[in-house]
């Protein structure tokens, strides 16, 4: 159910009718939106249509799909184009006649609509007062989107893309990346972005701006190869930014990304792994203790959390959830953590590498075990019970809250409507006779290629699937940590058939770019193999 909300100061006296000699087929109205609990303006989206529901395009405000018409997919009839943006009050012109607004603010209000009638109204003012279900800032967490590049805009539209589009979405971080393509990287409009024109940025929106790279490599223009990786808050460009012949048109295949990797992170840099589970080097880097969260969703729902987060989590790798959007903000995807003290970059990424996220496009999530928080791990002296509560809030429904332990659900809660919006929760008991992690999330957007990922979720306001998911915490029995000597093995099998696939079908320029290559997988392969092995010694 949507709230009607009253309009405030509609009309002056004396504009109801003819003002002065001034007489048009429009509008004049300047439109705000507030708290509905301290009357403070905030920034938002809006839908406006008119008497026959057909979308009323507002020439003042940026559409949100701004960038985004008819390319990457995104098809000029996508929800996404159907919202304006409004960063703050602004006077737009609309008909006169009956109309309808629709606004939101980020992802923590629920939905308010107002209807009102302009009919021979020369100017207007709208107040809308969106209620407040969430408040995640009061719990010391802040939102950030990790990967961001734009193309084939103005510069001058850029500028106004960055300053209006984060803050209207409620985004209190965005890293914006550096990207080499040969020849299309002439149209890259991010690219050109210095650390001084983010500073002027934030000053304008509000928003927090880190720079980044997307260090890469494919086999093709577009096929898997090494795999992609944001290397973010950097001091320089690692050089060269894209590797091989399938990116560049040169070169050969003979730098693997860890090179990359390690000279950022020599310098203070966040390494941030892009695409799920898409990238031969995603594993040995993993393992040796290179990468410090992992991206999905971010540019498509290319796998699900079963490839990637689950197998390392259940292999004793301890890899934080995180997500971004890639080209343009085409979705509300985001990765919140809980951080102290003031926002800083800096400060966000300390608290992303130490797992206290969560990534959502929609529901906002709460989660402890035993009192602690994400990222944290609760100890046992033996198999016992852990107290596990958790809570799931959305503007859209989103239909259950799951807790995960060691990949399975073990628990689930249906959603249910409070007010105009949706809730889930649960507080238990939860036994545990052996070590696991623990996570909730909401129902998996459904993968095109696997067939236990067919069920559809809902969709959120842009469009796009619902999704969110907790990081981890940790249970540890008895000086133990949860690890699947099954899913190990897999993993190692999976890095020995990459490592030869490399050999055989790499361009190298001679024997020592070869092995170059080849020793990160082996590297991988051995740090795996030593963990497996002293498994099987603490199981005898």
């Known amino acids: 159910m949507r709230l009607s909300v009253a309009v405030t100061g509609l009309v002056m006296l004396g504009l109801l009718g003819l003002a002065g000699s001034r007489f048009d087929d429009t509008c004049e109205v300047t439109v705000k939106l507030t708290s509905a609990a301290d009357g403070k303006e905030l920034p938002g989206l809006l839908r406006i249509v008119d008497g026959d529901q057909q979308q009323i395009e507002v020439d003042a405000l940026m559409s949100r799909g701004f960038g985004l018409e008819g390319k990457l997919g995104v098809a000029k009839t996508a929800d996404i184009h159907r919202w304006s943006v409004l960063p703050e009050s602004t006077v737009i012109r609309l008909p006169q006649s009956p109309v309808t607004i629709e606004a939101i603010s980020g992802l923590e209000t629920e939905a308010s609509t107002v209807t009102v009638d302009l009919s021979g109204r020369n100017e207007a003012e709208i107040t809308i007062p969106l209620s407040r279900f969430a408040d995640p800032r009061a719990r010391g967490f802040r939102s950030a989107n990790t990967h961001l590049h734009l193309m084939k805009i103005s510069r001058e539209d850029c500028d106004r893309y960055l300053a209006e589009v984060p803050k209207a979405d409620g985004l209190d971080g965005l890293f914006l990346s550096y990207l080499e393509r040969a020849v299309a990287d002439k149209e890259y409009t991010s690219n050109r972005y210095t650390d001084g024109d983010l500073a002027s940025l934030e000053q304008k929106s509000g928003t927090r701006f880190g720079n980044g790279e997307e260090h890469r490599h494919n086999f ?28 560049m048109k040169m070169g050969t295949d003979g730098l693997p990304l860890r090179r990359g990797i390690d000279t950022a992170r020599r310098d203070g840099a966040t390494v941030v792994w892009c695409h799920n589970a898409w990238g031969t080097e995603a594993l040995p880097n993993l393992l040796t203790a290179r990468i410090d969260a992992q991206n999905i969703f971010d540019g498509g729902s290319r796998n699900s959390y079963k490839d990637s987060f689950y197998r390392y989590l259940n292999a004793g790798i301890k890899v934080p959830f995180s997500t971004g959007t890639d080209w343009f903000i085409y979705d509300f995807s985001r990765v919140y953590v809980q951080m102290d003290g003031q926002l800083t970059i800096e400060r966000w990424l300390d608290a992303l590498r130490a797992g206290k996220s969560f990534i959502s496009n929609g529901p906002l999530l709460e989660f402890r075990v035993n009192g602690k ?29 799951e807790l995960i332990s060691n990949g399975r659900v073990v628990e689930t809660q249906s959603s249910r409507a409070v007010g105009d919006h949706y809730e889930a929760e649960f507080a238990l008991e939860l036994p545990v006779g052996e070590p696991c992690w623990l996570a909730v999330r909401t129902p998996p957007p459904p993968v095109k290629d696997d067939p236990s990922l067919q069920h559809p979720v809902p969709k959120n306001e842009l469009g796009r699937d619902l999704f969110s998911h907790s990081s981890a915490i940790y249970v540890e029995v008895a000086g133990r940590s949860h690890f699947d000597e099954t899913v190990a093995r897999e993993l190692l099998a999976q890095m020995k058939a990459n490592r030869e696939a490399i050999a055989e079908n790499a361009t190298f320029a001679d024997d020592q770019e070869r092995a170059r290559v080849l020793d990160v997988h082996s590297d991988g392969i051995a740090v795996l193999e030593k963990r497996i092995a002293n498994h099987g010694l603490r199981g005898k």
């Open 220 to 247: 093709g223009g577009g096929g898997e190869g090494y795999g992609h990786v944001m290397l973010l808050n950097i001091k320089e460009l690692i050089q060269p930014v894209s590797i091989g012949p399938g990116i």
């Open 373 to 401: 928080r994400l990222g944290e791990t609760v100890s046992l002296d033996a198999p016992a019970s852990v107290s596990v509560s958790a809570v799931a809030r959305g503007r859209i429904d989103f239909e259950r809250l």
